[in-house]
T-cell receptor, first 112, second 114 residues
Framework: ETGVTQSPTHLIKTRGQQVTLRCSSQ?????VSWYQQALGQGPQFIFQ???????GRGNFPPRFSGLQFPNYSSELNVNALELDDSALYLC???????????FGSGTRLTVV | AQSVSQHNHHVILSEAASLELGCNYS??????LFWYVQYPGQHLQLLLK??????LVKGIKGFEAEFIKSKFSFNLRKPSVQWSDTAEYFC????????????FGTGTKLQVIP
């Protein structure tokens, strides 16, 4: 049983640029949730994808967007990067949106 | 909206000391609660969860938590910590309203000194 894999592990971007983060869900899981964990904070829910559609969103602006593919992998896109977007981005997969989350190790994004 | 608060941001203990990490929640309805752990360089893992039933919940690696409704608390405990328990611990509450999300507390960094 494979876990959740995220790529890249680290990334440095310049303010105003765009970034795409990737997540492969655990085998058998069809739901992907994305979280942002800023330094010194707990993870904050960004959105959830189920059957290739966004079915829930946290308090994040529209420049945070995502996709889910037929194989249940997912992408998180962030446009017009701001310094405050610097954080660890976590992907979690589950079955039918349940709470049996499996988290990935995250992508550390630094915006300079 | 549900929320959880963790008042201890950084705890330092010697090996074999007892541990209790505080977690308070605010929500008036049915309460479900989690504790997650994040070891250095590793992914978040579920330590234990409370959905209903026995308010004393046992989790992995010797951890337990007690749900006290009257105090709105769900404190994490371990009788004797080990150096390998050094990690960040998050109390969390799930939300279910057409989709599932988890609201996390700010976390407590535990450092165990050999």
């Amino acid at each position: 049983e494979t876990g959740v894999t995220q790529s890249p592990t680290h990334l440095i971007k310049t303010r105003g640029q765009q970034v795409t983060l990737r997540c492969s869900s655990q085998s058998g899981h069809n739901t992907v949730s994305w979280y942002q964990q800023a330094l010194g904070q707990g993870p904050q829910f960004i959105f959830q994808y189920y059957r290739e559609e966004e079915n829930g969103r946290g308090n994040f602006p529209p420049r945070f967007s995502g996709l889910q593919f037929p194989n249940y992998s997912s992408e998180l896109n962030v446009n017009a990067l701001e310094l405050d977007d610097s954080a660890l981005y976590l992907c979690a997969s589950s079955w039918d949106g349940g709470y049996g989350y499996t988290f990935g190790s995250g992508t550390r994004l630094t915006v300079v | 909206a549900q929320s959880v608060s963790q008042h201890n941001h950084h705890v330092i203990l010697s090996e074999a000391a007892s541990l209790e990490l505080g977690c308070n929640y605010s929500y008036g309805g049915t309460v479900n609660l989690f504790w997650y752990v994040q070891y250095p360089g590793q992914h978040l893992q579920l330590l234990l969860k409370y959905f209903s039933g026995d308010p004393l919940v046992k989790g992995i690696k010797g951890f337990e938590a007690e749900f006290i409704k009257s105090k709105f608390s769900f404190n994490l405990r371990k009788p004797s910590v080990q150096w390998s328990d050094t990690a960040e611990y998050f109390c969390a509450v799930p939300f279910s309203g057409g989709y599932q999300k988890v609201t996390f507390g700010t976390g407590t960094k535990l450092q165990v000194i050999p």
